[in-house]
Every structure is written in structure tokens, then in C-alpha cells.
């Protein structure tokens, strides 16, 4: 078990371009969350993974944003046309059971 | 909706001294409530939570929190705090009703352990 991995841990974009962010869970876990986390904020809710399937986005995740979990493993969370809004901490969690939710340790976007 | 209140934005302790950091959430249907600690440039790491059963529940570093459902809260408590208990403290709580599980975290606390 070698924990949630997320790459990259940090990205510098110009506003207008497309980022993807790539979050590996811990295996077997077929429950997979995206937050977002502004400074000084708590992590947001943006999207929720069982398996492969997208069960829940929040009203966050704008057209510009989309996330996928191909074959119920890594999953993806991509951002068109980059505002400086978006700037923010991208974190992935991970579980199994529904009872607790394992971080990795996020992707710091900084759009210029 | 589910919310979640940390009254305090900032909590200044010496060392050695005891800690309460409050949280409060708004409904008290069936829900699960956690403490998580984020160091600088860090994820979240997970210090306790509350399933069920015993109202008390102990945490890794010598925190403890206490789960009140009539005044819908689950405040954390450490008797005395060291300096590398420096961080930024999340209550979250996870709508069981939901399916999707979830958490709605509060604001956050930062703790700051004065030698």
C-alpha cells in the first residue's frame, strides 16, 4: 500500500491553456473524490468516482473542468482554458469502504 | 445543506499547554465526523474519527475529540501540545444519507505552539 499518488505536485500555467492533473488511489479502492482547496479555505467538494462511473459533480466543476476514471483505477481531472481563479490546491482522496477517505498529497495550480 | 463551522480561524498555545479546537455542523441526521491535519504543502492526514459507538474517541498524536449530538458538535482536544503540533486543523463531516459519502470540511484552524 503505497498511499494516493498525484502528479504533478505542482503546475504553472498561462491563463487560457489546458491542465490535466492524474491522481493514482490506493488499490483495490473503488471510491474516488476530487477537492479543491483555495488558500485559507477548507478543501470543496468538485466530483465523485465509484468505480468508473461519475456519480456526483458539484456545482464547481464548470464546463471548463472535466474528470474521468477510466477502468475504475487512476482517474484524471482536466481544466480547459485555465482562468486565474482556478489557481487552487487539487486534492485526491481515496476509499474503500465509505468511512474514511485516504489524500494524497494534491497538485498545487498556480495559472499566470 | 450540510455545513461545517470552525469558530476559530487562529489558536495561539504554549507549549505544553492544553488545546480545544471547536467545530460545529448543522444538521444531526445520521453522519460521520473527522479531524484531519494539513502541514504546509501537504495533503491531509487523517487524526480521528466517528463512526458510531463511544461518544469519546481517541486520535494518533494524543488528540481526542468528542462527539455531542444535541449540540450538533466534535471538539478537539489535546492536554498538552508540543511544537510540532504547528498545523492546520479540518473538521469534516460525511452525509450518510448521501450514498456518495462525501465530506463538507469547516474552514479550518491554525494551530501555533508558542516555546
Known amino acids: 500500500d503505497t498511499g494516493v499518488s498525484q502528479d504533478p505536485r505542482h503546475k504553472i500555467t498561462k491563463r487560457g491553456q489546458n491542465v490535466t492533473f492524474r491522481c493514482d488511489p490506493i488499490?483495490?479502492?473503488?471510491?474516488l473524490y476530487w477537492y479543491r482547496q483555495t488558500l485559507g479555505q477548507g478543501p470543496e467538494f468538485l466530483t465523485y468516482?465509484?468505480?468508473?462511473?461519475?456519480?456526483?459533480k458539484s456545482r464547481l466543476l464548470s464546463d471548463r473542468f472535466s474528470a474521468e476514471r477510466p477502468k475504475g483505477s487512476f482517474s484524471t481531472l482536466e481544466i480547459q482554458r485555465t482562468e486565474q481563479g482556478d489557481s487552487a490546491m487539487y486534492l485526491c482522496?481515496?476509499?474503500?469502504?465509505?468511512?474514511?477517505?485516504?489524500f494524497g498529497p494534491g497538485t498545487r495550480l498556480t495559472v499566470t | 445543506a450540510q455545513s461545517v463551522t470552525q469558530l476559530d480561524s487562529q489558536v495561539p498555545v504554549f507549549e505544553e499547554a492544553p488545546v480545544e479546537l471547536r467545530c460545529n455542523y448543522s444538521?444531526?441526521?445520521?453522519?460521520?465526523l473527522f479531524w484531519y491535519v494539513q502541514y504546509p504543502n501537504q495533503g491531509l492526514q487523517l487524526l480521528l474519527k466517528?463512526?458510531?459507538?463511544?461518544?469519546l474517541v481517541k486520535g494518533i498524536n494524543g488528540f481526542e475529540a468528542e462527539f455531542n449530538k444535541s449540540q450538533t458538535s466534535f471538539h478537539l482536544r489535546k492536554p498538552s501540545v508540543h511544537i510540532s503540533d504547528t498545523a492546520e486543523y479540518f473538521c469534516?463531516?460525511?452525509?450518510?444519507?448521501?450514498?456518495?459519502?462525501?465530506?463538507?470540511f469547516g474552514t479550518g484552524t491554525r494551530l501555533k505552539v508558542l516555546a
Open positions: 466517528y463512526l458510531s459507538g463511544s461518544t
Open positions: 482522496a481515496s476509499s474503500s469502504t465509505g468511512d474514511e477517505q485516504y
Open positions: 469534516a463531516v460525511s452525509d450518510l444519507a448521501r450514498g456518495t459519502y462525501k465530506y463538507i
Open positions: 444538521s444531526s441526521v445520521s453522519v460521520y
Open positions: 488499490s483495490e479502492h473503488n471510491r
Open positions: 468516482f465509484q468505480n468508473e462511473a461519475q456519480l456526483e
